[in-house]
């Protein structure tokens, strides 16, 4: 195998590491991987709060290796990165809101973390491809829309924060160390294998939880905040082709639908997908209006420039999707 | 005292807490404040390897406050933090070249270390002004001169990228917490008291100190490259302004002389005010080109505005007076 900058990757034996690859993004690039024939390591801290789930991995549990560590971990770090071609990062604190609240947690496993990723590729491992998983929180506010990446970092959380130093670290160990680092701007995912226990991760899915319990879906002010919802498995698939196109080393990109939906309008999808479902409005809750950052939609050129990804699901097909599954599968979420 | 965004600060009685105040910024500001009779505590740990230096305080060692400490210590800044009206944080891991070495030492330093005081002011004291120390080295590679605060971040060191998250966290305590923070950019310091064990901090101090022990001053390339040096009296200066302008909570402001000098010209003056000394020119070492950023002078438009301060010391005047300083106390610093 080449080194990705040189060449196309495929991933038929290629050795693959996610970390936080029980979370719901990381199963679906576990998932997409072995059904390329790749050979899938997967490293999850499963800590309570987060989104780490065996569950999520069940389809593929003899198909891969599964490490329950920590990436704040140096020498399981070390150990686990030998040998690896593709390495997604996917593991983190993931709630804006619980950084705030504590931004030395926040700091302890969003910087750390990675940072001891890094190092243990920098010291054993300087030829696999690095993807990480940021965030649409490093723009905070929002200046313009559609957002590109050069959209200026107004960061309205310290979760926000940590992603821009996340990114930063990727591209200085490609600028410094000549590794093959990329990150990903997450939009707002959704999809099936999200946690959903509380109310901190993805709004999609936890209206979804609420809508599947006969509760009625709360919407704040006038409901006509847009934002960009990508289907988790869309996003997995965004994963993969990026780290199989050359010339993305060292670079960052936005990965959403590209389209701007209103609050509201998805509140309408869910309800539509769960009959029966009420909807009620009510005033921002100071809490939240603070981190209300404008309507935010994904500017994709970046991505659809250098790659051949497109986002291919409908956000009432993927919200049809998602409620299927946990009709399903509840029981093992919440 | 009234809260700092309403009205002009006096100096007079206004109780100041400064970390990292036994170095060469920190202890000139403490002299400064002394001098208008403020209340000054100084938080250092004196870390073997970093610039607090007691001998830096001699002069105000009876009319201070001193306390050997850590700023990743919460329990201590918990405490010290109470009653402050203003508190300077220039407490810190000051060597890009380390940083890059030791990217987890810098973080815990220059992010968790400062996050914890900013928590400690949180929850402890919310009134204070916050002035940050942070670094030109956020810009890392130049696109172009003057460089004005909206240039981009190309950190080149993990330093940078770990100054960025710092003013990031005082932005975001400003938004969230309302919080009176203010970060200040700071070019290339030099100045008396800065410490000189090593060369990894200002290159003028360690020109100086060469042509002090009659070693030849080293340029690498031609010498054209062009950095902003700043006498640390008008540094302090600059900490102590903006800390008593009203209309600064929340912003960042590059300080510098805003001239920018060729690197082989600033070596002249060195070699001028030892005689005797010898310049010689080499090819960059590999390692330092990777951080050669390109020129750098700051735009000092944005500080010049909002504020009455200006340097006033010529690169010359200030060479001069720091040659002096050494002749007399070079062994309190090498």
Chains 1, 2 share one sequence.
Not at 59 to 64: H, L, N, R
Not at 102 to 110: A, C, F, G
Not at 162 to 167: N, Q
Not at 308 to 314: A, E, V
Request: glycine share 8%.
């Amino acid at each position: 195998m080449e080194v990705a900058t040189i060449t196309n990757i495929t991933l038929e034996g290629a050795r693959i590491l996610i970390t936080g690859g029980a979370g719901m993004i990381g199963s679906h690039i576990a998932q997409l991987a072995v059904a390329q024939k790749a050979k899938v390591t997967i490293v999850d801290a499963l800590l309570p709060l987060y989104g780490g789930n065996l569950f999520d991995l069940q389809e593929i549990a003899t198909q891969i290796d599964f490490i329950q560590g920590d990436i704040r971990d140096p020498a399981l770090m070390a150990r686990v990165v030998q040998g690896q071609d593709i390495i997604f990062n996917l593991a983190g604190q993931v709630s804006y809101v619980d950084s705030n609240l504590d931004p030395l947690l926040d700091l302890d496993i969003n910087c750390r973390g990675h940072l001891t990723v890094l190092e243990a590729c920098r010291h054993n491992n300087r030829r696999a491809r690095l993807v990480f998983a940021s965030s649409r929180f490093v723009y905070g506010s929002i200046d313009y829309t559609p957002v590109d990446e050069n959209h200026p970092f107004n960061c309205r959380s310290i979760y926000g924060i940590h992603k821009l130093a996340g990114e930063k670290y990727y591209r200085f160990y490609y600028d410094a160390h000549g590794m093959d680092t990329v990150s990903l701007r997450i939009a707002n995912p959704y999809g099936p294998k999200q946690q959903m226990k509380h109310s901190k991760y993805g709004i999609v899915n936890w209206f979804i939880r609420l809508a599947l319990e006969g509760k009625p879906l709360t919407i704040f002010g006038n409901g006509e905040q847009k934002r960009d919802y990508i289907y988790n498995q869309d996003l997995a698939e965004a994963f993969l082709t990026v780290a199989q196109t050359p010339g993305t080393a060292g670079e960052v990109y936005n990965v959403g639908s590209g389209t701007g939906t209103p609050f509201k309008e998805m509140a309408r999808l869910v309800a539509a997908a769960v009959p029966g479902t009420q909807v009620v409005q009510v005033e921002w809750p100071a809490d939240r209006y603070f981190v209300e950052t404008g309507d935010y939609i994904s500017d994709l050129t970046k991505l659809t420039t250098a790659t051949t990804w497109r986002p291919q699901t409908t956000l009432e097909e993927g919200i049809n999707r998602t409620v299927a599954f946990y009709r399903e599968h509840w029981q093992q979420y919440w």
